[in-house]
């Protein structure tokens, strides 16, 4: 028996001293995770993502758990528990005021997609496990079938005003959407019910075959890109209000125009510096010159798997070495390498990371100007300043800390913190001299003007400014990208699957954990370690709340942002 316990002590002494900041429990904790599973369940049973029940039902349980937050004392609740009520309650008002966002996009492309209401009714029906009458539902498709063709004529005719580009562009996915909806309306039914195939076998035939059409017609007549373009980018800017909401909701006190000033005003800094490598290298100050002779620099196809391994290995000891972030054993053992296909080389031409780092390399199906592009783009000097960023200390990191601290936390996952946490390291890593020859130099710098670039293209765009083409403009004339890499950085940006504040939160979240660091561990208040491993232990909320956890911040209900984490004044 006292060999049990003595065992049992030793592991719960190693569980401790592993574990041994764990986090301190929140009375907020089970209303966050019930949410969390009623918001998934709602969203499985609402399938039908047009649907107006489905817009109402997650009103109601918006405005439901915000009134819950309200009926708590704030003043009783301890301070780790007043960010996650602040934190709960700004994503719920976030949510609503999404809700009300997707409502006005919707009934802006309506006239496009008027057949909407009938498809996702019918798939309502099914969710609530309507009994059908399957003659009375052949009729409603043959009549659906006709609305479609008759909308496609209205706009052929010029009996319907031709929408703006991007307003077509945003239906074309709806329509997407929709012929998804009815078809998994249709194989609940088809074949478990003779009668109802025997009725609506050709009838929905016709609807398929019509929204087809439709479709195709949408996206080459109205919106204007033929089936194999894979160079049109079209996006669908959201407006200046639309941003300055957003980036409230972000916790983030600048106006659009700031944040642009704030880009430029690093992008001069890199500009100046790519000049001095520049100079070492013996181009003066020509640094696009430099960059491109970084670039000529690549490895041979089949040798970058161990390059990047090299440099992945070179980081991890780095960071353990200087006692900058406890590496758990287990996180620097079970991170992996997979080689990127071509086709997500067109949305992702570099790295991808996480436990998996992506590795974008030429493959001998591409052109061999697609080649030589992803070769001299994913050079060995732009790969090292990025490497990092992808596994330990960055996005690798991050997830490993993610699924075992405040998970419940991950409900209020930010790119600010995500993104801005590895870009961050970037900044670290060059103020401590990591980056030593001038063509690493010339690689990190590289990226680090490229994250400014995507501020500067991105508000502009949303702010109805730029167009896709000076975006990719910009990307190639001012930063050194390949054009085919910077078709695929815009496209990526504006493609729909990445929110509209997502590739300015790379800088805007980096300096706002640069400066925090300079606050906290500049002044001696914390050691290196101390400040990392805490702010992994957090989650990935937006990084004032980090703030307001490490320096017990005072908190009030109605938290608003007001850190000026930059001085626009500066550079």
């Known amino acids: 028996m006292k060999r049990y316990l003595a065992i049992i002590f030793v592991f719960a002494m190693a569980v401790g001293v592993f574990g041994q900041v764990s986090e301190a429990p929140s009375r907020l904790r089970q209303a966050i995770e019930n949410y969390e599973q009623d918001r998934g369940a709602y969203a499985r049973w609402y399938s039908a993502e047009t649907s107006p029940a489905r817009r109402e039902r997650f009103r109601k349980l918006y405005q439901d758990r915000l009134a819950e937050l309200g009926r708590i004392d704030f003043a009783r609740l301890e301070h780790h528990e007043k960010v996650d009520h602040i934190l709960f309650q700004n994503h719920l008002r976030r949510e609503l005021a999404e809700l009300d966002r997707n409502t006005a996009l919707l009934e802006e492309m309506m006239m496009i997609v008027q057949f909407a209401p009938v498809i996702s ?3 309502d029906q099914r969710r609530r496990l309507e009994s059908i009458d399957p003659e009375q539902t052949a009729a409603k498709l043959d009549a659906l079938a006709a609305k479609i063709t008759e909308t496609q004529r209205a706009f052929e005719n010029g009996t319907y005003q031709k929408p703006k580009r991007t307003v077509a562009y945003r239906a074309v996915r709806t329509i997407a959407s929709l012929r998804s909806t009815l078809r998994n309306w249709y ?17 929905y035939e016709a609807v398929e075959a ?12 109205l919106v204007g890109v033929a089936a194999d373009d894979r160079t049109t980018i ?9 941003l300055i909401r957003d980036l409230q909701f972000e916790m983030i006190p600048y106006t659009p125009e700031e944040l642009v000033e704030l880009a430029n005003k690093e ?8 000049k001095k490598a520049s100079r070492e290298m013996g181009y003066g100050d020509d640094y696009m010159k430099a960059i491109e002779a970084v670039k000529q620099k690549y490895v041979e196809p089949g040798k970058q798997p161990a390059l990047i391994r090299d440099f992945a290995l070179e980081a991890i000891d780095y960071v353990k070495k200087n006692d900058l972030l406890t590496v758990p054993r287990e996180a620097e053992e079970t991170w992996r390498m997979e080689m990127m296909s071509p086709e997500r080389q067109l949305i992702a031409p570099f790295f991808l990371g996480g436990e998996t780092i992506l590795v974008a390399y030429p493959t001998d199906s591409m052109t061999h100007e697609q080649k030589m592009m992803s070769l001299r783009g994913n050079n060995p000097h732009f790969a090292r300043a990025v490497t990092h960023h992808e596994l330990i200390p960055g996005h690798h990191m991050q997830q490993f800390m993610n699924r075992r601290y405040r998970t419940y936390r991950s409900t209020f996952r930010t790119p600010f913190w995500g993104e801005g946490w590895a870009l961050y390291w970037e900044f670290l890593l060059w103020d401590r001299g990591f980056t030593k020859t001038p063509e690493d130099k010339i690689g990190a710098l590289f990226w680090r003007s490229h994250r400014a670039a995507r501020i500067i293209f991105s508000m502009n765009f949303h702010l109805g400014r730029w167009t896709p083409e000076q975006c990719v403009d910009l990307l190639v004339n001012r930063v050194g990208h390949e054009r085919e890499n910077a078709l695929a950085e815009v496209r990526r940006s504006f493609s729909g699957d990445y929110g509209p504040l997502y590739q300015m939160a790379y800088m805007v979240g980096g300096l706002q954990f640069y400066q925090m660091h300079k606050d906290l561990v500049g002044s001696g208040k914390m050691t290196d370690r101390q400040f990392h491993d805490a702010i992994l232990k957090e989650g990935s909320i937006p990084v004032e709340m980090v703030r307001a956890l490490l320096t017990k911040q005072k908190l009030d209900p109605d938290h608003r942002s007001s850190w000026r984490f930059y001085d626009l004044g500066r550079r």
């Open 121 to 123: 009714e019918l798939e």
């Open 187 to 203: 194989n609940f039914h088809n074949a478990y019910d003779p009668k109802f195939t025997w009725w609506n076998k050709k009838p």
């Open 210 to 221: 019509a929204l087809q059409r439709y479709s195709e017609y949408v996206a080459g007549k």
């Open 234 to 242: 079209i996006g669908d800017p959201i407006g200046r209000d639309a």
């Open 267 to 274: 992008f001069e800094w890199c500009v100046a510096e790519l």
